[in-house]
């Protein structure tokens, strides 16, 4: 049973381009959330998805967006890129509804670099 | 979500019980403890959670004052694989998955030989 699987696993972008990263969710996880996790911070909240729609958000600005498509896969979008967006992001899966354990299930992530 | 508080670092002797305290004084009644390591380079790992009474599982054991204002995580026999940062987590559970965790910066466990 593969786990959260995120793609590319490493990248390197310059400021001002766009970067699109991508996750496929755990086996009958419905629910995708995305983490950005600056070096020697915790990770930090950028939104989660479920059923198509952006059902949360956290303090983050609109150059972040994110898709998610009927097989639940997930897509994070940033534009506009800055050296601050430098950093691993995180995808973390789960069960929306009665199933739900309460564990989020995290990918290896995939870490940007912007030059 | 709640605010916690943990040390920054802790040592533990390989073999010997590992306890990471937590305070959480501004937890509500329906938020639950949560905890994650991640292991460099790897992302989180969810070892347990709670809400008010405690908690064992095959990786570690919760122990939640009666007040819930603070936990401590045990593992019973730390390894050098057990070497990774602790977030102590307090927010929202049950039967939804709301996945917002507000991660803090965590406690450095080191296990030494």
């Known amino acids: 049973d593969a786990g959260v699987t995120q793609s590319p696993t490493h990248l390197i972008k310059t400021r001002g381009q766009q970067v699109t990263l991508r996750c496929s969710p755990k086996?009958?996880?419905?629910?995708v959330s995305w983490y950005q996790q600056a070096l020697g911070q915790g990770p930090q909240f950028i939104f989660q998805?479920?059923?198509?729609?952006?059902?949360q958000r956290g303090n983050f600005p609109d150059r972040f967006s994110g898709h998610q498509f009927p097989n639940y896969s997930s897509e994070l979008n940033v534009n506009a890129l800055l050296l601050g967006d430098s950093a691993l992001y995180l995808c973390?899966?789960?069960?929306?509804?009665?199933?739900?354990?309460?564990?989020?299930?995290f990918g290896e992530g995939s870490r940007l670099t912007v030059l | 979500d709640a605010k916690t508080t943990q040390p920054t670092s802790m040592d533990c002797a390989e073999g010997r019980a590992a306890n990471l305290p937590c305070n959480h004084s501004?937890?509500?009644?329906?938020?639950?403890v949560y905890w994650y390591r991640q292991i460099h380079s790897q992302g989180p790992q969810y070892i347990i959670h709670?809400?008010?009474n405690n908690e064992t599982n095959e990786m570690a054991s919760l122990i939640i004052t009666e007040d819930r204002k603070s936990s401590t995580l045990i593992l019973p026999h730390a390894t050098l694989r057990d070497t990774a940062v602790y977030y102590c987590?307090?927010?929202?559970?049950?039967?939804?998955?709301?996945?917002?965790?507000?991660f803090g910066q965590g406690t450095i466990l080191t296990v030494h030989p």
């Open positions: 709670g809400l008010k």
């Open positions: 998805y479920y059923e198509e729609e952006e059902r």
């Open positions: 973390a899966s789960s069960v929306t509804g009665f199933a739900n354990t309460g564990e989020l299930f």
């Open positions: 987590i307090v927010s929202l559970g049950g039967g939804t998955s709301y996945g917002k965790l507000t």
């Open positions: 086996s009958g996880h419905d629910t």
């Open positions: 501004t937890i509500s009644g329906n938020e639950y």
